[in-house]
Every structure is written in C-alpha cells, then in structure tokens.
C-alpha cells in the first residue's frame, strides 16, 4: 500500500476527510499543523461509556503506575522493557525528568501507556524542538501508544480515563497534549474521552516554527529551542 493509499483510508474514519485535507496541506504547501488539546480536570464530568469502552472495562486490565525509582524496583523488569520500547526516552529518565508513566497490562502485555509531564517547562521534539511553558497547576501528555493487538477496543480510551483521575488526585487541574492534524485515531479518542481543542501550531516540513493560534489567551505559550550541534 502506498501512502496515497494509506491517505485516502483516513477517509473512512470519524474527521478523516479533514485530517486528508491537512495531509494535502503538507504535501502541497509544505507544513504541518498540530493541535493543542487540554481536559480541565476541575469541570470534568463523567461521560457515558462507549461500546468500545464498555468492552475495555469487562476485561481485566491492570493499571500500572511508575512515578518513583521505587516503582521500578518493583515493576516486573519484561513490562518495563516493553513499556522503555515506546516511550522514547526511556521510564527511568522520564521519572528523574518530574514525569510519570502509565500503562495497563494484561498478564505480562502492556496494553497502552502514556507519560505525564509534571514541569514547568515541557521540552518536545515533535513537530520540532520547542519549549512549551505551562500555567499553574497544569501537566503535559507527551504520548498515548497502544499495542496494535488492541487497538479498535477502547483500551486507549479507558487508559485516559484513569489517568485524568490520578492526575486529579494529584493535585494538578488541567493536562494540555499536542496531536498531529493527520492523527485522526488519537484524535477521535481524546475528543471521546472530554478533551477539546484549545489552539495549534503551523511549523515547516523542516522544523521551523511559523504560527501560533490561540495558545496564549488559554495560558499556553510556545518557543523555539535553538539546536545546536554536538
């Protein structure tokens, strides 16, 4: 399959007519565009379960969080491997980096993970590397991954879920994320989940930071990080 192919297969998907749209942005106009999504943790309310979720909720899903060194220790060492395999950085560095990661599991399988980022300033490296400057009392969701054996079961879904009341009980009032305009998925399953979208940003195909909309009036605030070589 080619990406064409793989392109107009978005079409079949809640949003995807818009997400192949800014896929026709990129190649033609040569940017990307990411979303800004937050969830306000203080107004949120429950959500009637979906059919996907309703059948996440009936299997046995454990929920498994690392916050502390300790964590790790007592974390089988096969689940941390798989968990290290996606979150890019790695679950010890995130830890020392003020960030906590979650997954669920079942029997030995990390079903889906996420990382929550608890600085006051959240470095990413996608679209390109920016600095993203939070306000009190938020946190920053650096990715959401699920295995492909369960995807299209809700298990993402229910992940959030959890998190957004740990998070809560935490102390913090609102997580922010970035999404690409072309990731209709992930997209469709924060929105499910009571998200909503509170800005974007335009960047080059090369990394270049070209606009920032709404970001500031909801109290986020984006800056580039010159890359400098080692």
Not at 122 to 150: A, C, M, Q, W
């Amino acid at each position: 399959m080619n990406n064409w192919q793989e392109r107009l297969l978005l079409l079949k998907y809640k949003g995807g007519f818009k997400a192949a749209l800014f896929w026709l942005a990129k190649i033609l106009c040569r940017v990307e565009i990411h979303f800004f999504y937050a969830i306000d943790l203080t107004r949120q309310q429950s959500l009637p379960p979906s059919s996907s979720s309703k059948e996440s909720e009936k299997t046995s899903f454990d929920l498994i969080s690392l916050n502390t060194p300790r964590d790790l220790t007592i974390c089988p060492s096969g689940i941390i491997e798989q968990i290290n395999s996606q979150s890019g950085r790695g679950v010890s560095r995130l830890i020392r980096e003020n960030a906590g990661v979650y997954a669920l599991v079942q029997q030995g399988q990390v079903v889906s993970q996420t990382n929550i980022d608890r600085s006051d300033v959240i470095r990413v490296d996608s679209p390109t590397l920016l600095d993203i400057h939070l306000k009190p009392g938020d946190v920053f969701l650096g990715y959401l991954y699920t295995h492909p054996n369960y995807r299209g079961m809700g298990a993402a879904a229910l992940l959030l879920k959890k998190v957004h009341e740990v998070t809560r009980n935490h102390g913090h009032s609102r997580i922010v994320t970035h999404i690409r305009s072309t990731n209709v998925a992930s997209l469709n399953t924060f929105k499910k989940c009571g998200w909503s979208r509170i800005g974007w940003i335009i960047t080059s195909v090369r990394g270049r930071l070209l606009l920032t909309c709404h970001l500031s009036r909801a109290g986020v605030t984006i800056s580039t990080v010159k890359q400098t070589n080692q």
